[in-house]
């Protein structure tokens, strides 16, 4: 198979992440969505934003207020840097990259050590798309798809 010059290529992974402890910066909504599923797959979270939705405070995640530092990442497994603010964003991921710790950068694909796929989860079955970052509403779409399919798989 063929694959265009200009684009990486991924690795599929599905990781357990019960109990591993995770950073995320930033506190929008962008990082409550990204909490929102790292929670969902048993991770400790800790969240570190000067402001936050006021979302977070009801989620079982530690929530440091304030800017991020470098020693946030200190015995994190993984990290996420989904802040608004892009000095912010690349420094998270120099530091992730620093410590050997796998980082997501929300704005920044070529920063990234991995990418989060558009999933669809139905039961036990899990389906991961990506587009390798270069169409998230292509994924989103196909995720879309997928669900309908299944709904209806479903009800048959």
Do not use: W
């Not at 006021?54 to 800017?67: A, D, Q, S």
């Amino acid at each position: 198979m063929a694959y265009a010059k200009d684009v990486k290529v991924y690795y599929p992974i599905f990781l357990d992440l019960t109990g591993k402890s995770v950073l995320v910066a930033g506190g929008g909504k962008v990082a409550l969505r990204k909490t929102k599923g790292l929670l969902e797959a048993g991770a400790r979270v800790t969240v570190v934003a000067p402001k936050s939705l006021p979302k977070f405070t009801t989620l079982p995640v530690r929530v440091l207020t304030r800017r991020f530092r470098p020693s946030d990442l200190d015995g994190h497994a993984l990290a996420f840097a989904a802040t608004n603010v892009r000095a912010v964003n690349r420094r998270v991921a120099v530091e992730a990259n620093r410590r050997g710790i796998p980082v997501n950068v929300a704005d920044a694909l070529a920063e990234c050590a991995f990418l989060v796929p558009a999933r669809v989860r139905h039961g036990d079955l899990q389906v991961a798309i990506s587009t390798s970052g270069r169409s998230p509403r292509l994924a989103a779409g196909l995720r879309a798809e997928l669900e309908e399919l299944l709904r209806r798989a479903m009800i048959e």
